[in-house]
């Protein structure tokens, strides 16, 4: 008898979750932000978050949880509940930390559950107010002469920003002192007041205030001009080779998230990234919507593998690690 109410029991816990799958969303879902406010992962999940509140049909509440280099969220998302409540926007970074840090908490390949590509956007180098160089080549020569006292400011190891001045550094063969921050919103605050001299930053971040000319804008690191700064020299056509670098973000839910949550994730996604007005708002800020073929989570997952080949090797050779 006891143990036919326990199966009973168990049978009805089954039969339940599954029900409650069915429903879901039944409240709100959060999405962590591995960075602080204000920054450029923040700007892009508030745009999907707000937009993908009517195909889900309940809000979708950002949560930022700062730390250096990013890595503190994706470990939190994996502890979290795996029930699609709660859900992780990344970066590039969740390719890059596992061949920077020796004792990562997380598994990018075997803790989650992919959901699926949002965008990619280039980063720029830009430069505090005050800098005497007023293009890229006034600030080479300017960052050479003066190496000794140029610092840059980053989000941290592992953050894009810290690849990007990895790269820059060391096609340019100068280093530079780095300031880390819990994320470039605040760290653009300092450049804009002047604390910092240079910093490279996503176009999601960096567009308004180039615009606004609050910071001096050298050049951008994809492969051809971004079309919202068309002013902007790539780093290749200004000589810099191999430090080219486009920064892709992505969802992801904890490992084990029942099937139907995960659907309903990725078709509001999905329905998300159609809407007009989200991709405008991302061209704007320079950033390039996937294509419907690669908002899966099957092309997220061959992405995320396929980076985490690209850069572990490269990071390696250039022996850098955080812990
Ligand atoms: N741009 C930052 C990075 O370097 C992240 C951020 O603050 O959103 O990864």
Redesign the pocket.
């Known amino acids: 008898m006891k143990v036919l109410s326990t199966f009973v029991a168990a049978a009805l816990a089954v039969t339940g979750s599954a029900a409650l799958a069915q429903n879901y969303p039944t409240k709100n879902v959060t999405m962590l932000v591995p ?2 406010a204000g ?4 700007t892009v999940s508030r745009v999907l978050a707000q937009a993908m509140a009517k195909p889900l049909g309940q809000t979708v509440v950002v949560e930022n949880r700062p730390s250096a280099g ?1 890595i503190l969220a994706p470990e939190q998302v994996k502890n979290a509940k795996p029930d699609g409540y709660t859900i992780l926007i990344h ?1 590039i ?1 969740m390719a890059t930390t596992p061949a920077l840090y020796r004792q990562l908490r997380f598994n990018p390949l075997t803790d989650f559950e992919y959901i699926g590509l949002i965008n990619e956007v280039p980063m720029t180098i830009i430069g505090k107010p005050q800098l005497p160089a007023n293009n890229f080549k006034e600030f080479l020569d300017y960052a050479r002469k003066n190496k000794d006292k140029v610092n840059y400011a ?2 941290g190891i592992g ?4 690849l990007c001045g990895m790269l820059f550094m060391s096609a340019i063969q100068t280093d530079f002192q780095t300031i880390p921050y819990k ?3 605040p760290a653009m605050n300092d450049l804009i007041g002047g604390q910092v001299d240079f910093m490279c ?2 176009t999601t ?1 960096t567009t308004s205030h180039i615009k606004s000319g609050k910071v001096k804008a050298y050049a951008v690191t994809s492969a051809k001009r971004v079309p919202s700064l068309p002013d902007l020299p790539t780093l290749n056509e200004m000589g810099v080779k191999g430090a080219e670098v486009s920064i892709w973000h992505a969802l992801y839910a904890p490992k084990g998230t029942p099937k139907p949550a995960l659907d309903k994730l990725v078709s509001s996604m999905q329905e998300a990234l159609k809407d007009e007005t989200v991709r405008k708002r991302f061209a704007d800020l320079g950033a390039d919507t996937y294509p419907a073929d690669k908002q899966t989570p099957q092309a997220l997952q061959q992405h995320l593998k396929s980076e985490i080949d690209k850069w572990g090797p490269l990071i390696k050779k250039a022996g850098v690690y955080a812990d």
């Open positions: 960075f602080a920054g450029p992962t923040d990013g970066h970074g980053n989000a953050a894009a920003s810290h994320g470039t919103g930053d996503q971040n």
